[in-house]
């Protein structure tokens, strides 16, 4: 079974994203801020993360930069409503990111976002 990190502020789409993930069969593990995102990378070993990119102590792309550090071949997935910022979208891809999703999104989009990703 897939194991998937899910590192959201949020607490209507987190448990959106963790419903979903897990009614597809994937393990997940849910935190809502940047250090406990830290934390859980080293420790629950992920096969996937799915990162928030503003949340409380570190942001995405912290986190995102700490992961390709940690586990640079963990996949990840940035949520964010800063889809129109073009230089965020840019740094997350230029830091290796596999998936970009803009709030507000269809969960069954991020299904098969997932589902492609962990091939």
């Known amino acids: 079974m897939k194991k998937i990190l899910i590192i959201e502020d949020d607490l209507l789409i987190s448990s959106l994203v963790q419903f979903r993930l897990k009614k ?3 393990e997940t593990l849910l935190v809502q801020d940047g250090n406990e995102g830290a934390k859980a990378i080293g420790n629950y070993d992920p ?3 799915i990162t928030d990119v503003m949340m409380p ?3 995405g792309i912290e986190i ?3 992961a390709k550090k940690t586990k640079p ?3 990840i997935i940035v949520l964010s409503s800063l889809g129109e910022e073009e ?3 840019l ?3 230029n830091l290796g990111v596999a ?3 803009p709030k507000p999104f269809n969960p069954n989009e991020l299904a098969i976002r997932v589902k492609r990703v962990l091939k």
């Open 47 to 49: 096969d996937l993360i």
């Open 91 to 93: 740094e997350a891809f």
């Open 87 to 89: 230089k965020v979208v």
């Open 64 to 66: 995102i930069h700490f």
């Open 57 to 59: 102590f570190k942001s």
């Open 24 to 26: 597809d069969g994937y």
């Open 99 to 101: 998936d970009f999703i």
């Open 73 to 75: 071949d963990t996949p």
